[in-house]
């Protein structure tokens, strides 16, 4: 996670915690399916390396509430397509424009980002099919 979040009244912003902010922490996914996770927020880009279809899951806000507005970088460089979906089909509603709207997916080499737009719904946005 990146230094400095999340931040709480009465916190002072160090020198580390600020320069902490210019830069993602890399959250390497070498597996064939991955489960977004509460430490997956904050300036962390979600790395899949896999060479075979993947999928990365959206749980639902039962599992773990991220704030509306959460924005979460997700970049693909395994050879096979990402897939980004909800964990529970109809429970968390997962959409964007210009791919199956319900499953988008990221080639190879190419990035998106999920964001809460409400409750269990997300919105993805980037290079996707």
Known sequence: MATGFPAVTGDVLSAAMFNGLV?????SQS???YTLASTDQYQVLVITTNASTKTVSIPTDATYAFPNGT???ILNTGAGDLTINAVT???????????????????QYKSAVAIKT?????TIVGAVA
């Open 89 to 107: 089909s109809g429970t968390t509603t997962v959409t964007s424009a210009g791919a199956a709207s319900n499953a988008p997916k990221i080639a």
């Open 31 to 33: 597996g064939a399916t």
């Open 71 to 73: 924005a979460i970088s």
């Open 23 to 27: 830069a993602f922490t890399l959250n």
């Open 118 to 122: 409400a409750t269990n719904a997300w």
